[in-house]
């Protein structure tokens, strides 16, 4: 266990920008995806 919470303490500020940077992008897409809905769908077929 005590070497396991090293390797997790060293691990979490490699993993957590890239978890952020990908729940980002998630919810930006969600959000275009919505927003292009409204318009038609318009953006959707433009990405």
Same mark, same amino acid.
């Given at each position: 266990? =005590? +070497?396991?919470?090293?390797? =997790?303490?060293?691990?979490? #500020? @490699? @993993?957590? #920008?890239?978890?952020? *940077? +990908?729940?980002?992008? @998630? =919810? *930006?897409?969600? *959000? @275009?995806?919505? *927003?292009?809905?409204?318009? =038609?769908? !318009?953006?959707? !077929?433009?990405?």
């Amino acid at each position: 266990l =005590g +070497a396991f919470q090293t390797y =997790g303490a060293s691990l979490l #500020p @490699v @993993v957590a #920008p890239a978890l952020a *940077i +990908a729940t980002l992008t @998630v =919810g *930006i897409n969600l *959000i @275009v995806d919505d *927003i292009s809905a409204h318009a =038609g769908g !318009k953006l959707t !077929k433009a990405m």
